[in-house]
């Protein structure tokens, strides 16, 4: 296999991996600039040297998981994507997710070879320091609940100064430069609503499994906010 072979079949599974659902041939041959013809080549290829590709010609292919590229490969853009989103989780994110970014980042630097690890300690994207709200939320605990699908129960307190109770179906948590935002469905308004979490008095998880699943809430909610699938 050539070196411009072997880059070009890493750069179909690199656009493969971006797909949740099958993608046409056409569409994967116009995003890594190759022919249908050659695109087919490449695609038996890969099969053949054991990636989990399903699908066919007319059908469209999806990549199934349990397929990874090796670390080496990450180009220089990569590499900046990764430094770049785990400085601005480390300085956004709630102790625990910030520490986990970190965590990861030195977990891909341990495997790195030596020319792209030193680009990774060298990078010169900066992110700076968030000015946002102090949380009064465990926000570690809004994570567990929305990953096990927990409701949970808020005092709330609005823009008005307005003290409330909810009960409420977790299912995202929006991270931005001023507030974080928790998304759910709320039994009492009986709809999708929006808490900030520096407004949230407390947070309690009653470890109660709410009726309906996350992705089809996240999927009612993306519907009504006009929001796209994210491929």
Do not use: N
Not at 23 to 43: H, M, N, Q
Not at 47 to 68: C, H, R, T
């Amino acid at each position: 296999m050539t070196i411009a072979r072997s880059e070009r079949l890493l750069a179909l599974l690199q656009v493969l991996r971006r797909y949740r659902q099958p993608v046409s041939g056409a569409k994967l041959a116009a995003e890594t600039g190759v022919s249908l013809r050659t695109l087919y080549r490449d695609i038996a290829s890969l099969q053949a040297q054991g990636a989990f590709i399903e699908g066919e010609a007319g059908l469209g292919y999806v990549l199934k998981p349990g397929f990874m590229l090796p670390p080496m490969m990450f180009s220089e853009e990569e590499i900046e994507a990764l430094v770049l989103g785990s400085r601005w989780v480390a300085k956004t994110a709630d102790p625990r997710l910030a520490a986990g970014a970190v965590d990861a980042l030195a977990k891909i630097a341990a495997v790195l070879p030596p020319e792209l690890k030193q680009e990774l300690d060298t990078s010169t994207l900066l992110v700076g320091a968030p000015r946002r709200q102090e949380d009064k939320a465990d926000l570690g605990l809004i994570r567990k609940a929305i990953r096990a699908e927990h409701i949970l129960e808020l005092s709330y307190e609005d823009d008005k100064g307005t003290l409330t109770t909810r009960k409420v179906w977790p299912f995202a948590l929006g991270f931005f430069d001023s507030v974080r935002v928790l998304v759910a469905w709320c039994e009492l308004r009986q709809d999708f609503r929006h808490f900030r979490t520096d407004r949230m008095i407390s947070v309690t998880s009653t470890e109660q499994r709410y009726p309906r699943r996350r992705q089809v809430l996240v999927k009612a909610w993306r519907e009504m906010q006009g929001i796209p699938e994210e491929r």
